[in-house]
């Protein structure tokens, strides 16, 4: 007998990951294909494609419905993707395309909330139903749950972290409009633009091309060599998370800080932050702050499915 099993669609900045998972949330079988989600338009056809690729070559389980988490604002209720971005809007209903087209029912999810989803049923949730997931990759966001439930907002945009202002003196614009925002300081992209803008001011062995993208693991190990250039960037980014961190901490009394993306991937930028968290701030954070124990390529895949395994007991 097959097991039951949700065909699941995960759509990245860079790749669209689809697979089927079981009610457990183990993946069954997987696919990556690059993604390209400039348009709404442009990602719905990739994310059909992608099924029926999937549909003509590998059915593995008892497909129960099709789940898809995207980036953006999401209305997983209506099954409407409102947005990639506030400069990038352009409403569809995913659910009711995807389901016309395969005659199966179809679930909707932003990334991050799928992430969030996995990390409280598969991961820290089973210790505590308080805790906060931040990812920090080309950008920063993550959710917050309290009492075992992920909060989402009345118009599905809470956890845009990255917008909070962690330094009200910094003249480093965020694409918000506003000034000091954690992510143009601290994550992946924004460090990236940082060594460029930095290295006018200090001395550096990294290769700083120009309309090139340096990478946060050449900033990390230049480091650890007292690159100065590298000094000034990561050092900057160290202080915007840890702030974001502890006012995150003060609203909402997480017992426990779960990180993924690729920023914080192998452990070196979270041992390097714990030395600028407040102890008297971090005091009931029980459980600490550390990366997740799930597998941060696999997260969102799993807690979608488990999403839309949900949504059909319902």
Same mark, same amino acid.
């Given at each position: 007998?097959?097991?039951? @099993? ?5 759509? $990245? ?28 338009? @442009? ?39 409102? /947005? ?38 598969? $991961?820290?949730?089973?210790? @505590? ?12 966001? $993550? ?74 693991? /050449? ?44 920023? @914080?991937?192998?452990?070196?930028? !979270? ?41 059909? !007991?319902?």
């Amino acid at each position: 007998m097959k097991k039951e @099993t949700i065909l699941t669609v995960d759509v $990245g900045g860079t790749k669209v990951l689809i697979g089927e998972v079981d009610k457990e949330g183990q993946i069954l079988s997987q696919n990556k294909f690059k993604s390209d989600i400039s348009s709404q338009e @442009t990602a719905l056809n990739q994310i059909i494609d992608a099924i029926i690729n999937y549909f003509s070559k590998q059915v593995i389980g008892d497909i129960k419905a099709i789940a898809v988490d995207i980036v953006g604002r999401v209305n997983s209720d209506k099954g409407i993707w409102y /947005e990639i971005d506030p400069t990038n809007k352009n409403e569809i209903n995913v659910s009711r395309e995807i389901e016309k087209r395969f005659n199966l029912p179809c679930f909707i999810i932003n990334d991050l909330t799928a992430a969030a989803e996995a990390e409280n049923l598969l $991961g820290i949730g089973n210790v @505590t139903k308080n805790f906060i997931y931040l990812s920090i990759g080309t950008g920063i966001a $993550g959710r917050m749950v309290v009492d075992g439930q992920i909060i989402l907002g009345k118009n599905y945009d809470a956890g845009e972290f990255g917008h909070m202002v962690v330094d009200s003196a910094s003249k480093v614009k965020c694409v918000c409009g506003r000034y000091g925002c954690v992510e143009p300081l601290a994550s992946g992209l924004g460090m990236s633009n940082q060594a460029h803008e930095l290295k006018k001011f200090n001395d550096t062995k990294l290769e700083v091309l120009p309309d090139q993208r340096v990478g946060a693991k /050449e900033l990390f190990e230049a480091y650890d060599q007292k690159d100065p250039l590298a000094l000034a960037v990561v050092n900057q980014s160290l202080k915007a998370t840890s702030n974001m961190v502890m006012n995150l901490v003060r609203i909402i009394n997480p017992q426990a800080v779960r990180f993924g993306g690729g920023v @914080t991937t192998g452990g070196w930028y !979270l041992d390097h932050l714990q030395r600028l968290l407040d102890p008297q701030t971090m005091r009931f954070v029980k459980y600490g702050v550390k990366n997740t124990e799930l597998d941060p390529n696999l997260i969102a895949l799993q807690g979608c499915a488990l999403f839309a395994f949900s949504k059909l !007991l319902n």
